[in-house]
Every structure is written in C-alpha cells, then in structure tokens.
C-alpha cells in the first residue's frame, strides 16, 4: 500500500560550513528568538529559506516568498547545496533523552519520497485536523520555490522490527553525519544507496498503512500543490521520514494547557464541581503519571495558589484524557468554546510539568497537566478515521529540517 521511493536531494556542501549551524527544528516549532538565534549562526542557515525575515517594505514583487526562491537558487548556483549523485535513502537515528523522566532511547528511521495519498484511498492517515492559515503559508513557500525543505514524519506498523535490522544492517560499518541539536538530542544520518537494502526496506513497507505523526498541514498543501500541478511528476511524492510504530525508542510527550484570562473563574468552586483530590506537590503527579494507569482518565489542575489537585474518574470505552479536558472542564465547565481552543484565546501549550506550573505560578488562572497520549490510543483513532484535539500529541525529538531538500524539477 505505501509506495516508497529513493530521490537525489540537495544537501549542504562542506562549502556552507559546520552544519549544525545551518540545520533547524521545524518551521512551526521556530520561536522568534530561535529565529534570531539561527540567522546569527549562518548565512547559510535553513531558516532563511523556510521561515524568513518579513520587513513593513515586503510587496507583492519581494517578500519574504520570493526572497526564499532567490536564496535558494544563489545557494544551489554557488555550490551551498549539491545534489546528490545517485538516488537513495537514508538511515536517520535520534538519541536523546525525554524530559520529565530523564531516560535515555534511540528512536531509528529513514528517509525517503513517499506517494502523496487522498485520505480516502485508506494509505496515508491523519490524526489531527488542520488549518487554513499554516497552509496557505506553506502553500506560497511551494509555489515560489518549487522545493520541499522539510521532512514528513510518518509512521509504520511492524512489530517484528524487520525494517529497523534492515537499516541497522545498512549502517553497521559506514560514517554519517552527526549532528548535536539544541536541546541535547544526537542526530545521525547515512546515506544507503545499496540496491538490495532499499529494495528491502520498499518492499518491507509495500503492504504498510501509513499515519502521519507530524506534519498534517505540510502534507495536505504537498497534496493540494500536487493536484494543482498534474503534470510536475515530481510533486506527486514527498519527503517523510518513517519510523516503526513498534520501535521502542518512539515517545509521545504531553502538550500541557494554560489558561488564563477568565473573568468569573473561581478556583473553589472549580474544584468543588469536579471532586478534584487535593496533591501534595507536583511531584507527587509526576510520580503518578510515572505509573500507567489505562482505566483511569487523571487530569491535573494546578492553580496560581500552588495548589495541585486531580480529576480521576473510570475512563470509558474509546475515551481519551484530552476529549475529557476539552470537551468537559475547559468546555462545559470553563466555557472556553471550540473556536477559542482553534484560535488560541485563553489557551496556552507547554512541554514539560515544570515549565507549564511555573506559567500558573507565574499569574495563570490554572494549568491543566495531562499524561502522554499512548500510540495505541493515537492509531486506534487514525486508523477508524477519526481525528484528535489540536496538539494532542508532541512526538519527541522533533526532525530536524535541513538534512535534505527535494527540488520539483520535472
């Protein structure tokens, strides 16, 4: 079911320089002070090309577009990227350790041109909606560069970890690049263009149904920038990286929620509503959450007070904390609506139990500290076609973009 191709990206050149000082994390995951940081690093830096500079002077005729497709040119005319000499996938391993637990995993992948697939087709799922300003931005970055800067992260079922021996296989005796990102995760990348591993590694993959892990509005517009163009065959795939569901370095962290700005919440009669048990620190839920419980929803609510409490109750067939939280104490009790939650009033998004208490003791009205979205939970709604809340699941490290662009030539 899933067609998976090797392609001959551009890569940096040596003549770019050091290239963590040339590699990013995601567009949407780029602060404006990690902007700053990553044009203070390089000329030559990613972020130049996937989220530039914008000036009050920007026009229809130079913007921020188009200063894109003009970087990127100069940089391929100038051998800042070359493109490699014959197709072929990459092996990409992150080692890193997770916050909150401190321990260590390896998460293994590899790159590769994946088809662009309807989702009615039943090859490629989604897991979350999305919206229509990311994509019209990502779609004007597309239409003037004609490149995909950028990698997909998709995941496969096989829990006989055939592919990832596959890859170990490939690996075992070559160099690759390292690379040590911001937040202390090591990326390793090799290049395989031997016949026989990446005949095995497609054919492995050609009966796997595909979940889209992050990167749902980055494929839709590569989906839409495909139908819009019928006879560019080189929009007809894109580049992802492929994880196994199964592997046991894949981890799913918990995207917190702050709320402030409610003018009649209470925090007693809060509390009072929904029998929360009163903790005696943040550690005691850290230790709890360290502790799975399936048949339990637990919510934690800390408040400006420091006081943290726990919402627990049986968890019902299908249910998942994060419909609860939004549906039930944000929704009905709280009365923040759906499209408050789309548009990002009242609400605020954190990694880590430490950084989102200190929002609440910093002047929030509440912090509501959830447990990690398990993969069982995220494949069961993908795969029966449903969709989760926004931000229901940070799969961690991120994938850093830079490692290969795929110019849509043909």
Known sequence: MARIYPFQPYRYSAKAGAIENLVTQPYDKISPAMQARYLSLSPH??????????FPT????????????STLSAWIANGILERESAPSLYAYY????????????????????????????????????TLSGPKKDRMELVRHTRAQFELLFLLYPDPDLTIDKILDAAVADASGVVIKDEYEAVHRLWRISDPSAVRGIQESMADKKLLIADGHHRYETALAFRNDNP?????????????????????????????????????????????????GSLDELRHLFRVPSPAKIRIGIALR???????????????????VLHQYLLGSL??????????????????????????VREGADATFLLEPTTMEQVANVAFSGGVMPQKSTDFY????SGLTIHKLER
């Open 94 to 129: 992150q080692k890193f350790t997770v916050p909150d637990t401190g321990q260590t995993l390896e998460r293994k992948g590899f790159i590769g041109l994946g088809a662009l697939e309807e989702y009615s087709a039943g090859v490629v799922h989604r897991h979350e909606q």
């Open 305 to 323: 007070s420091g006081e943290i409490s726990l919402y627990e109750r049986n968890r019902e067939l299908g249910e998942l904390d994060v419909n």
């Open 231 to 279: 006879g560019l065959a080189d929009a007809a795939s894109v580049p992802m990286t492929f994880v196994n569901m199964h592997s046991p370095g894949l981890e799913i962290l918990a995207t917190h929620r702050v709320v402030r700005g409610l003018t009649s919440f209470d925090p007693a009669t809060f509390l009072a509503k929904i029998q929360g048990r009163q903790l």
């Open 45 to 54: 830096n990613l972020v130049r090309l996937i989220l530039g500079e914008r």
């Open 397 to 400: 490290p991120k994938l850093l």
């Open 334 to 359: 709280l009365g923040i609506s759906e499209e408050a939650v789309r548009e990002e009033k009242h609400i605020e998004y954190v990694r880590g139990l430490d950084a989102a208490y200190a929002k």
């Open 58 to 69: 920007d026009s229809d005729h130079d913007n921020v577009y188009t200063r894109s497709a």
